[in-house]
């Protein structure tokens, strides 16, 4: 269970960090990046929500909790490195 809040919580600062570049292609008019990345990003989304939701409801509160925690770290990230 720890291992997969980890893989979870990293998991959330990689698509945190992948939307951020995706509104920045999208910002710049980056028409094929911002086609791949928002296709990408859904199926992340879809696959992780997909994971998270199909354990009992006492697990899915702690892997909710670990995914949101790593997209407020890659929020973190992204605005403090400021390349994405």
């Known amino acids: 269970m720890v291992m997969q809040l980890i893989l979870l919580f990293f998991a959330g600062i990689v ?31 879809y696959a992780l929500l997909s994971v998270i939701l199909s354990e009992g409801s006492m697990d899915c509160i702690f892997d909710i909790v670990a995914y949101a925690g790593g997209n407020t770290v890659g929020t973190y990230v992204a605005l403090m490195k400021r390349v994405f």
């Open 15 to 45: 698509v945190d960090l992948l939307v951020t570049r995706y509104t920045k292609s999208v910002a710049e008019k980056k028409i094929w990046s911002a086609t791949l990345l928002s296709g990408t990003i859904t199926f992340a989304n």
